[in-house]
C-alpha cells in the first residue's frame, strides 16, 4: 500500500491594513461671555441676554443717597437766588406787614417811577371797580409782562411781587372808591324816585259836612 505524503499548505495571512480614523469635525460651540446667557431661538441661532449689572455697577452710575436727597431738597426749596416776599401785606409795616418803598430798594425816585407806571397800566388793563382777587389772571401777567419790560431789575424778584403789592393797594382804593360812588348814585336815584312819587300824588278831596238847614 503506497502512502501519499500530504504536503503541508502554506496559509497566506492577510495584511490587515488598519483603517485611519478619520476625525469628526467638531463644531465649535460660541462661548458667551461672563454674565450673559445663550437663549436658543426658533431657528437655532443663539441669542445673548445681558445679566442685570452689579451691585459695584450700579453705585458707580447712581448718586449717591446724600447727594440724591440734597438735590431733592433743592428742587423744594426752588433752588434760585430771587428775593422772596416778605411775610405779611404791603402797607402795613406796623400791623405785622411791611413797607414797600424800603423793602424794593430803589429810593424814592425809583419807587414813585414803579408806581405811576403800573398804575396807568392797571387802568389800561384791569378792572378798577374790582380787587385783585376778582381779576382775570391772564390780565394781571400783562401788567407784570409789561413792568418787567420796563424795570428789567424786576426780574430779581420772585414771581414780581412788588408790582403785584402796587396792584393789590391801587384796586383796594380804587374798588372801594367806585363802591361807594355807586353807593351814593344808587341812594340819589331813590331819592330821586321817592320825590316823584310824592309830587304826583293828588290831595286828598275833603268830603263835605253835614249841611246846615
Known amino acids: 500500500m503506497t502512502s501519499r505524503a500530504t504536503t503541508p499548505t502554506a496559509t497566506t495571512s492577510r495584511a490587515t491594513t ?22 436658543p ?20 452710575s447712581s448718586p449717591a443717597p446724600s447727594e440724591s436727597s440734597l438735590s431733592t431738597l433743592e428742587s423744594e426749596l426752588g433752588g434760585n437766588d430771587k428775593i422772596s416776599k416778605p411775610s405779611g401785606e404791603a402797607g402795613r409795616p406796623g400791623r405785622g406787614g411791611y413797607n414797600l418803598e424800603e423793602q424794593l430798594g430803589w429810593g424814592d425816585n425809583g419807587f ?3 408806581k405811576q407806571f403800573v ?7 384791569l378792572d378798577v371797580t374790582k ?26 424778584f420772585e414771581n414780581c411781587w412788588p408790582v403785584l403789592n402796587l396792584i393789590q393797594m391801587r384796586l383796594k382804593y380804587l374798588s372801594s372808591r367806585a363802591w361807594q360812588e355807586k353807593r351814593i348814585a344808587d341812594g340819589s336815584s331813590e331819592a330821586a324816585k321817592g320825590g316823584k312819587r310824592i309830587r304826583g300824588r293828588s290831595p286828598k278831596s275833603k268830603s263835605p259836612g253835614p249841611s246846615k238847614k
Open 119 to 125: 398804575n396807568k397800566a392797571i387802568k389800561k388793563h
Open 41 to 60: 431661538t426658533a431657528k437655532g441661532k443663539l441669542v445673548t441676554i445681558e445679566a442685570p449689572s452689579s451691585d459695584s455697577e450700579r453705585s458707580e
Open 131 to 156: 380787587c385783585r382777587s376778582q381779576q382775570h389772571r391772564r390780565a394781571l401777567d400783562t401788567v407784570c409782562d409789561l413792568a418787567v419790560a420796563e424795570f428789567p431789575d424786576l426780574s430779581t
Open 18 to 39: 488598519p483603517r485611519a480614523k478619520t476625525p469628526r469635525a467638531a463644531t465649535p460651540r460660541a462661548q458667551s461671555p461672563t454674565g450673559q446667557t445663550p437663549a
Open 112 to 114: 414813585k417811577s414803579l
